[in-house]
Every structure is written in C-alpha cells, then in structure tokens.
C-alpha cells in the first residue's frame, strides 16, 4: 500500500455516487400538496364563461391537467391526453393557465378536447394556490379529492403505463384498464 | 447525401484515433520505430476527418435538411443564418461533434508545434489524446449520433432554443470547450511522462504554454458565460452557483493551481508529483463537468436532456480514463523525485499555499456540487445548495489567495530573509487599509465590515503588484527599459491586477446595487440610485424568427438625460417562449440595468430597474487575467527553450529507444 493509493480510493468513491446518481430522477420534486386536498377554487370554464364550477365539481379519482395554448410542450403531450380520455376513459379535468379564452377553445377546437371541461384559470391565481411553476402539469386526485400525485412536465406513453395507470387503479378508477 | 459523408467521415475517423491510440504506444513501449511514427500523420488525418464531418453537419444546417433528427429538433428554416451555424453546438449531439473537433484541433496543434519533444514522447502525447478522442467518437457514434435521420422528414424545424439566440452565448461554448479540452494536451503530457519515467524541468516547460493557452480560453469561456447570465436571464446577476456553472469554475480553479505550480517545477524543480497529479486533475474535472451536464444527474438550467444510457457511457468513460490516470500516477509517483530544496519563508512556499487554498475552494465547490446528490442517492432527503454555501466558503478562501498574491511575488526563490519583506510589504498593507476605509466611506453611509474587507483585500493586491512591477523595472531597466522584463513577468502582474479589479468588482457591486420591480403606465417614472428612469411606452418590432414588445425608457439624471435603453420582451415564434432582453446603459462606473416584464392589469407592465455599480469591472478583471495568460503564453523562453532543447533531447531519445520504457 503505498501512500498515493489514497487518491484511487476516493476516485472509487466518487464514482459509486455517480453510479447511484444516474438511477435517480433529479428533477422528481415532490410537491408539497401530495397528500392534502387540493385547494379550493371558483372559476368560470373555458367554453361557457357563465358556468362557474368549484374544487367540488371534479369528482376523482381523476387527472387534473395544467395546460395552455401558448406552451409547446403541451401541444407535445396532447396526443396522449386524447388517448387517455378517449380510448381509457379516464377522466380528465383541464386548468387553462395563463392563456386568453378566445385562444384556448380555437387550441381544443383544433387539436380536440380530452378535458370534461377545463378550469378558466387566466390571471394564473389558482395555479399560485395549486403550486403550478411550469407547464404542463398533471395532478391525480383522488375520491376524496385528495392530491395523490403530481407529474410536472409533458407526459408520454411511460409515465402514463408506469404511474398513471397503476396509481389510477389503486385509487379504484375501475374504468381505467 | 451529404449527411451520410460526414457521417462516415465520422466513422473513419474514430478508427483513425483507434489506431493513434493503440499501436504507437505499443511502439513507444517496445521501442519499434514503425510504430510510434504512426501516430504523427494518424492524428493530422483524423483531425482533417474530423474537420470533413462537421463542415457536413453545418451544410445540413444551412441547407434545413429536416430530415436529420438533430437539426429537425434544433433549428428551423427561418432562422438566420449564423445561428444556424450556432445551431450546430445548440444541443447535446453537435456540442459534442464540437468538443471532438476541437479536441482534434489540439492534437493536431501538438503535431505542429512539438519542437524539443522527442520522438517517443510526442507519440505517447499523441496517442493518449487519440484513445481520449476515440472513446468520445465512439460515445456519439453509439448514443448521440447528431446525423440520424428521421423518417418521414419533419416539415418544419423546432427552432433554436431562444435562450441560445444570443451572439455571446453562440461562442461561449467553443471557447469554453477550448479550455475544457485543452487540459487534455496537458493531462497527455502529464500520462506520457509517468510511462515515460522521465519527470523534469523540461517536461513542464513543455507543458506550461499548452496549460496557460487552454486556462486562457477557460477564463474567457466562463466570462462569457457570467456576461450572458447578466445580460439575457433577465436578473442582473452574474454568477448564479449552478451546477454547471461549477462544473466549468472546478477545472479552473485547478487550472490555476498548476499554473502556479508549473513554475515551481519549471524554475525550481520541485512539486513534480504534485504537478502532474494537478495536469490530471484538470482534465478529469473537465471530464466530471461533461458527466454531469449531460448524464442528467444534476437540475441545472445547462442540462441537456437526460438519458440514462449516455450518463452509463460517460461514466464508464471517466472510470477507464480518470481511474486509468490516476491508478498510474498512485503507481508511479513514490519514484519521482524532486531535487529542489526551499526554506519555509520562499517563493515555493507562497506558491504551495496558493495551491492549497485553489484547492480546497475546489473541494468545497465539488461539495457543495454533489452533496445533494449523496443526500438523494442515500435517500435522505432532496435539497439543493445554493449561493449562500458557496458564497460562505468561497469568499473567505479568496481573500486568502488575495492575500496570497500580493506576498508571493515579493518572495525570493529559495530563501527570503523576513525584515526585508516585511519592510517591503508594510507600506502597501497600510495604504491598502487607509484605501479600503475611504473608498468603504465614500461609497456607503458609514463603513461596512465587508466593503471595507473587500477594498483593502483589491488594493492590497493592486498596490504590491504595481510596486513589484516598479521595484523589478528599477533593478533591470536602466539599460533595456520595459523590454527588460521577460513578458512572463507582465503576464503574472497583468494577471494580479485582473484579480484586483475583479474583487473591486465584486466588493462594490454585491454591496451597493440597488433595484426596484414597479408596475408602470406609459409616462410613469422610477427613482433608484439618483436615476430617474421614465417609461416612455411600449412598441411592437418584429425580428427574423421572433416578435418583440420593445419598451423605451429613458433615463435622466437631476434633470439631465442620462440615456434611452430599449428592454425586450421577445417572443419566439416556433417555440412561443417568451424572452427578457435586458437593456443595459454601461459605464466604467456603473451599470443602469432595465428589464421588462409581463403587462399587468390596466395596461401597466411590470419594469425592473437595477443600478449596479463597478460591475464591469469583475468582466474586465476576469479578460485581464487572460491577457495575462495570453502574455505569459508569448513568453521568448518557450520558444528559445525549446530550440535549445532539441540538441539533448536527439540523446535522450536515443536511450530512451534502448532502455524501452522505464
């Protein structure tokens, strides 16, 4: 053993963290709100400004959907929401963040709509309360109307099969699969 | 057509440095001539493949070839033609076609200019950069091949990230790359000589010009970088500890440290284990920095996308070359010897502290880099460290290399005797206090700790390193005047005088910015700092690929207009984005600093003003020390030493070739 091996081992060291560092997910932030109900909201709908529909109206379990016209990346995963709603039967509640209406219903009009109906949401108040910072964001809610989970970022086939699916299962969304 | 030649040229060309790094070191090892000749003409050739499948990856950029994946992904037809060339570093797959080009474009450098080296050595130096380059080659060509169609071909491009649509940030990562790879010349250097067995005085004089060169395009890289941060964030910050940003700031540190330490070698020769364990530092941090942008273990706003099976590559990668490195240096360094005896109060020891302190800030940053990464991996918690760790531990640090700087170059070689250098440095530590006092009360209300800390830490060094440069133009330049000194020795107090002026910068400006965020109406004014900034209104401009809300404000001072600044608001057209392009009247001075934000309710829009004094001056500080860097490279004894050297290096060879490898 001679006095320099000492360099070896924390080199040896370093790379094990490295190592276990690539099976993590950096950028899974656990939210906050995982596990409370989710905050209280009156708001109008995308489609009908008149209808005003609150934290009551959306009886889980189901995915709540942040989402606008303007964000790329939503446009990215809306295939996928379609899928979901349309061949899976999942329900599916849409927040539309930050967007202006006339916007949001030509973007569904276009694309299709997934959404039961989506939340009106454009001075981004209750994305504050719902701890929304990036777009697109998808909550599961519960029975109970508890959060169960929250995925940030679009979603693609894999977040859906792996956790979206298994999860809405467990919380007794019988139509799901 | 012409995708599929570069990506060929590609192929060949990690042959090409498959064999520059195999069979020459075989030859060197076993002294057949044949052999360790190839590596010369391999490497001018992989480095012309290199230069062929660039060129036709930025053709394909210029011609909108959507069918290529890559640029599908990462331009578009309407963007203008020198960001497409920008484009072609914009993300992960090209950057990294970039940092094997340039590593090619060292290696042929090294083929060039190698006057002094003997044969054998310079096929090992060689063939060291052509296995690092082959396993980078063979990295994109497996996980990240930038010249993969996509089929069917998409219609349009996805754009260039908006955030990289900057002319600084387009050659910050060349330059920053350029540094990054150009430790590996020093860390071949290094792995050469300890399968060589021949560690000397020659072996770092050799290395030194390689290091400062690539240490110069490093600074300029992160000042780059920082300058960026500045401008285009949108925050008026100008380092913000992330871990990316560490990862380019850890090599440096080294980087400086074996500058430092080099010279020891050079002149004294001693610390040769340390310097060579320092070369291979460098380059590995570099390589950590690679791992750790593009593995995604990390958040950082740098990361590219994270794929699992590129962070396993790179890391194999690191174990086989970092571990490699370092297992032979463990194995090889109990027998280098350095002659060069010192007393405790020398130049070699000041320098030895200079090592200890740029070390230990690096260790501090690796720290505060990985630790949380540990707290994740053992399932702990999930944290992030922030400029408040970094900022506790760094700034003390420095002071302490600030200190540092301004004894060392006093100290004579060997041997300093301590009433002369006390006498000497008395006067410059008293007028560096007195200095700070004032400047810490003319700035603020009354003196704070930290300003007055940071002002007698930047005159400190400021006033030794001009009376060192006055006392060694005293002694030397009757005859020759100022061409009496070597550049070397300007190249060190340009060098100092950088730090100087970058710790003024940092002092000032941390303590005595100022800023507002205000909702204006049009007409509407801000007072900050004596300033009177009006928002004059908002216009629509539209730009090649973006729209933009073009504010006016102008700026008045006690009546006197000041200047018109035009902050951006800018929005993308491909990736709808929405871009803050800050507004910055500059002066040596201060900077007065404009963002605008979103509009607010009523047709108001929200205005940042920031003032920010001196903060130019951490911008030029940070250019003086790579003017320092450049003017040390320069150096006459690099180029006289090396004609010198070849008379007894022709010997050398000879045994070397007899004794095989020692």
């Known amino acids: 053993m001679n006095r320099y091996n000492w360099i070896v081992v924390v080199f040896v060291l370093l790379v094990a963290l490295l190592a276990a560092g690539l099976r993590l997910d950096p950028t899974r932030v656990p939210s906050p709100l995982v596990g409370k109900p989710m905050p209280p909201f009156s708001a109008a709908t995308v489609h009908a400004p008149q209808r005003v529909v609150g934290d009551g109206q959306l009886p889980g379990p189901a995915l709540v959907n942040v989402w606008a016209s303007w964000c790329a990346a939503c446009h990215h995963e809306h295939p996928v929401l379609l899928a979901l709603a349309n061949d899976l039967r999942v329900p599916i509640y849409g927040m539309n963040y930050k967007d202006r209406r006339e916007d949001a219903v030509a973007w569904l009009g276009r694309l299709g709509d997934p959404y039961i109906f989506s939340v009106f949401d454009g001075d981004g108040r209750i994305g504050l309360d719902w701890g929304v910072y990036g777009v697109p964001e998808t909550f599961v809610i519960d029975a109970d109307g508890v959060i169960r989970y929250k995925h940030i970022g679009p979603l693609d086939d894999d977040d859906v099969e792996q956790v979206l699916l298994p999860l809405l299962a467990d919380l007794g969304a019988g139509r799901a699969r | ?662």
């Open chain 2, 1 to 662: 057509m012409i995708v599929e030649l570069g990506h060929f040229a590609l192929v060949l060309a990690f042959v090409v440095a498959a064999v520059q790094g195999t069979l020459p070191l075989a030859g060197a090892h076993y002294g057949v001539a044949p052999l360790y000749r190839l590596a010369l003409p391999a490497a001018r050739l992989q480095f012309l493949l290199l230069v062929l499948s660039y060129a036709a990856l930025s053709a394909a950029f210029l011609q909108d070839d959507f069918s290529v994946r890559y640029i599908a992904q990462h331009s578009s037809a309407a963007l203008p033609t020198y960001y497409k060339l920008a484009a072609v570093w914009g993300a992960h797959e090209g950057s990294l076609l970039l940092w094997i080009l340039i590593l090619g474009a060292w290696t042929f450098a090294v083929t060039l200019f190698n006057r002094g080296l003997t044969e054998v050595f310079l096929a090992r130096v060689l063939a060291v950069m052509g296995l690092v380059a082959a396993g980078f080659m063979l990295f994109t060509l497996a996980t990240s091949n930038p010249f993969e169609r996509l089929f069917p071909a998409a219609a349009a491009g996805r754009d260039l990230n908006p955030l990289l649509q900057d002319p600084g940030l387009t050659i910050h990562p060349p330059m920053l790359y350029m540094g990054y790879v150009g430790f590996s010349v020093a860390f071949a250097f290094a792995v050469s000589a300890l399968l060589d067995g021949r560690l000397d005085g020659r072996w770092a004089r050799w290395s030194r010009p390689w290091v400062l060169a690539a240490w110069v395009f490093l600074t300029i890289g992160i000042t780059l970088g920082s300058w960026w941060a500045y401008h285009e964030l949108g925050w008026g910050g100008w380092w913000f500890w992330d871990p990316v940003e560490n990862a380019s700031f850890m090599p440096w540190l080294v980087g400086t440290a074996l500058l430092h330490s080099l010279a020891v070698t050079e002149k004294r020769n001693a610390f040769k284990g340390w310097t060579v364990l320092l070369a291979i530092l460098a380059f590995s941090l570099s390589l950590l920095g690679t791992f750790l942008v593009r593995s995604g273990v990390l958040v950082s706003v740098h990361a590219f996308a994270s794929d699992p099976e590129r962070g396993v590559f790179i890391l194999l990668f690191l174990v086989v070359a970092v571990g490699g490195s370092l297992a032979l240096y463990a194995w090889r360094a109990p027998r280098i010897r350095s002659t060069g005896v010192f007393d405790f109060l020398s130049r070699e020891n000041l320098l030895l502290i200079n090592n200890v302190i740029l070390l230990v800030t690096m260790f501090t940053i690796l720290i505060g880099t990985l630790y949380p990464l540990a707290l994740d991996a053992l399932g702990l918690d999930k944290i992030s460290v922030g400029a408040p760790y970094f900022s506790a531990v760094f700034v003390p640090l420095m002071l302490l290399a600030a200190l540092a700087a301004g004894v060392g170059p006093a100290v004579q070689w060997k041997r300093s005797s301590p009433h002369p250098l006390l006498r000497r440095l008395r006067a410059p530590l008293a007028v560096a206090l007195v200095a700070a006092l004032v400047l810490a009360a003319v700035f603020g209300d009354g003196v704070s700790p930290g300003v007055f800390i940071g002002a007698a830490a930047g005159s400190w060094v400021l006033l030794t390193t001009a009376l060192n440069l006055g006392r060694r133009l005293r002694r030397d330049g009757p005859r020759g005047g100022l061409r009496s000194l070597p550049l070397s020795f300007y190249g060190m107090s340009t060098a100092h005088l950088g730090l100087a002026l970058f710790i003024f910068g940092v002092t000032f400006s941390s303590a005595y910015s100022e800023e507002k965020m205000v909702h204006l109406q049009d007409g509407q004014s801000v007072e900050l700092a004596g300033y009177k900034f009006v928002f004059e209104g908002v216009a629509d401009r539209e730009g090649p690929n973006y729209m933009s809300k073009e504010g006016r404000v102008g700026v008045f001072r006690g009546g006197e207009p000041v200047a018109v600044l035009h902050p951006e608001r800018r929005t993308y057209r491909v990736q709808s984005d929405a871009m803050t392009e800050a507004a910055v009247d500059a002066s040596p001075l201060r900077d007065l600093y404009v963002a605008m934000g979103e509009e607010v309710e009523g047709g108001r829009r929200e205005v940042r003003v920031y003032y920010k004094p001196l903060i130019r001056w951490i911008w030029l500080g940070a250019m003086l020390m790579a003017l320092g860097g450049v003017l040390s490279a320069s150096d006459a004894r690099y180029r006289v030493a090396r004609r010198a050297v070849r008379a007894d290096s022709a010997r050398a060879d000879g045994s070397a070739r007899a004794g095989g490898a020692a």
